[in-house]
């Protein structure tokens, strides 16, 4: 089973940037779908991003034209860059692998003023 160590979260004011990386114990060119879910207070995870391993990627309506995931399947990392933070992105942030059952310690993402 692949392990996942989320990294890169921290406070941010609105407007801001912060990039995720999410570091894996296996190369990504056998894990056709990475993804990036969050899990806001009170709220269900959600997807927000995924990229399969020829680098197409998908987006939440939410977080289109703000947040970018990109991944090295070589160096076992996927990123998830996300700019124009808003207090609603709060969340604690989490790698996946479709079918999306395992998961990291996540990384808390805190968009405050």
């Known amino acids: 089973q692949v392990q996942l160590v989320e990294s890169g979260g921290g406070l941010v004011q609105p407007g801001g940037s912060l990039r995720l990386s999410c570091r894996t114990s296996?190369?990504?060119?056998?894990?056709?779908?990475m993804g990036w879910h969050r899990q806001g207070p009170g709220k269900q995870r959600e997807l927000v991003a995924s990229v399969t391993v020829g680098g197409r990627s998908n987006y939440a309506d939410s977080v289109k034209d703000r947040f970018t995931i990109f991944r090295d399947n070589a160096n076992k990392t996927v990123w998830l860059q996300m700019n124009n933070l808003k207090p609603e992105d709060t969340a604690v942030y989490y790698c996946s692998p479709f079918p999306y059952r395992t998961w990291g310690q996540g990384t808390q993402v805190t968009v405050s003023s």
């Open positions: 296996e190369s990504l060119w056998g894990i056709p779908i």
